[in-house]
């Protein structure tokens, strides 16, 4: 069984930056497609960023393009989010997901649904 555990968030004022991490254990990092969705109040879980497990392929939703960015460390095990020049209408409690694979592939996967596995979630409050 996977276990995703992410930290990180916290309250920041906007324009500063915070770096999301989630820890993958019970397997290996490297055979995980990864995902990053997020939930503000009153509003559905919406896709935010992920990366194929072969790491040759990145997506990212439309609203956080040129300021979140999503890498891994197989090494550490360890799924990142950086999140640049926060805005107050990033507020959310942030999700890692993770996709097990039997290869090496080079597929993104952006719905709730192609993923199984779920970490508990992180705050992220951004102040004006």
């Known amino acids: 069984q996977v276990q995703l555990v992410e930290s990180g968030g916290g309250l920041v004022q906007a324009g500063n930056s915070l770096r999301l991490s989630c820890a993958v254990s019970g397997r290996s990092l490297s055979s995980c497609a990864m995902g990053w969705f997020r939930q503000a109040p009153g509003k559905e879980r919406e896709f935010v960023a992920a990366?194929?497990?072969?790491?040759?392929?990145?997506s990212y939703a439309d609203s956080v393009k040129g300021r979140f960015t999503i890498s891994r460390d197989n090494a550490k095990s360890t799924v990142y989010l950086q999140i640049d020049n926060l805005k107050p209408e990033d507020t959310a409690v942030y999700f890692c997901?993770?996709?097990?694979?039997?290869?090496?592939?080079?597929?993104?996967?952006?719905?709730?649904?192609?993923?199984?596995?779920w970490g508990q979630g992180t705050q992220v409050t951004v102040s004006s």
């Open positions: 990366m194929s497990v072969s790491g040759n392929k990145i």
């Open positions: 997901a993770a996709r097990l694979t039997l290869f090496s592939e080079s597929y993104l996967y952006t719905e709730e649904i192609e993923y199984a596995y």
